[in-house]
Structure formats: C-alpha cells, structure tokens
C-alpha cells in the first residue's frame, strides 16, 4: 500500500514567519498534487507537480517536487492568516482508476 | 469550471436512519466517481470508486452492505449510509475525474452527524 506522510502534523506561527510542508512517499510516483481545505469544505487544488526537480511558484507559495519524485514540498513566504487551513499532498494510484491518495495533511494555523 | 455539487451538506439524524447523500457533476459526464471520508482533523480517506453501470469497488475495510453507492447515471452518483450509529458521524466527500484528465474536482462535502 502506498503511503504518503506529511510532516509537520500541525504547525502554529505568527504572521511574516515563513514555513515548509513535506510530503513523503514510500515510493516513487507520476505526479502529486497539493491541495488546500478550509472547514467544512472539499480540498482546492493548488498545484500539480509532474517532473522530478520540478518547482511551481504560486505567489507566496513555492511547490517542489523530489528528483527522485518520492518526495515534495510546499514553502510558504510570508504567511498571512488566510494561509490557515488543512493543506494536504495527493498522488493518484498507479492503476490507472485515477484514485487519490491523501497524504496525512498538515495544519496550519497563522496567527495574526 | 467543470463543478461537483454534493447535497444536502449537512444532516443530523437519529441512530438506525439510513442517509442517502448525492454528489452530481454540473458540466461534465463522470463515468467514476470516488466517495472519501474525513474525521476532525484528520486526512482524506478514500472510501470506494463509484463505477456507472456497475458495481463499486469497495477499500479495504469498507463495509459494502453499510455504505451502498449507486452509480445510475454519468452525473449522479450516491452514497447511501444505511443504518447509520454515531461512530459514522463524518465528513464525506466526492470527486470525479473530467474526462479522465487530472486533476480531480471536489464536492463540497457532507456533514453527517448521528444522535
């Protein structure tokens, strides 16, 4: 079974701080997506990283995908309370059904 | 967009009702659909694979007899929680893939919460 851990489980900072999300896997995969969930409401995509080495700029938001494309992260630059909320890793099954894999998630909480 | 709308987004209901929760896809045919469960604070877990025109393919350790899903047609597909206790209290959600195309697009979710 194919796993994906996230790291840190939560994390707590103060506006301006800058912060780094991992998302692990215990194998190599086609591509990863990260999404973004608020309470009480489905995941947003953020970005879908597909090339070992890959790096996505979404304003404030930087999406790295591992060389060996077994691991990626998300870093954040000046953190805004808006950046609050569940941000979670996806990768989609190898058997071709097109089902996600949810990584552990990290919360994440600025505060003001 | 392409938009998965999910009904009702929340239901509160006593121990032994059966709740039928909908996910439909607004401007695109979903011939799957996957059905995931969420507990507070925790991550996604896929539940099923909703198949139209045939059966689910159930995760493991998912009860296929507790949670019914009905594929009928390329826009609907719904998840039946039947005789539901308090442990099934949770945050359900659906998704489908656009023509097969990554990614995949989310509902809104459903709250259910048994009494």
């Known amino acids: 079974t194919q796993l994906l851990e996230q790291s840190p489980q939560f994390l707590s900072i103060q506006e301006g701080e800058n912060l780094t999300v991992y998302c692990n896997s215990s194998s190599v995969f086609s591509s990863l997506q990260w999404y973004r969930q608020e309470p009480g409401e489905g995941p947003v995509l953020l970005v879908t990283?597909?090339?070992?080495?890959e790096v996505k700029k979404l304003k404030r938001l930087t999406f790295q995908f591992g060389d060996a494309r077994k691991d990626s992260s998300l870093h954040i630059t000046a953190a805004q309370p808006g950046d609050t909320g569940l941000y979670l890793c996806?990768?989609?099954?190898?058997?071709?059904?097109?089902?996600?894999?949810f990584g552990t998630g990290t919360r994440l909480k600025v505060l003001a | 967009g392409a938009v998965v709308s999910q009904h009702p987004s929340r239901v509160i209901c006593k121990s032994g009702t059966s709740v039928k929760i909908e996910c439909r896809s607004l401007d695109f045919q979903a011939t799957t659909m996957f059905w995931y469960r969420q507990f507070p604070k925790q991550s996604l877990m896929l539940m099923a694979t909703?198949?139209?025109?045939?059966?689910?393919?159930?995760e493991q350790g998912v009860e296929k007899d507790k949670f019914l899903i009905n594929h009928a047609s390329l826009t609907l597909s719904t998840l039946t929680v039947t005789s539901a206790h308090p442990e099934d209290s949770s945050f359900y959600i659906c998704?489908?893939?656009?023509?097969?195309?990554?990614?995949?697009?989310f509902g809104d979710g459903t709250r259910l919460s048994i009494l």
């Open positions: 990283v597909v090339t070992g080495g």
């Open positions: 996806a990768l989609s099954s190898t058997s071709g059904t097109y089902k996600y894999i």
């Open positions: 909703s198949n139209e025109g045939s059966k689910a393919t159930y």
């Open positions: 998704s489908a893939p656009q023509g097969g195309l990554e990614p995949q697009h």
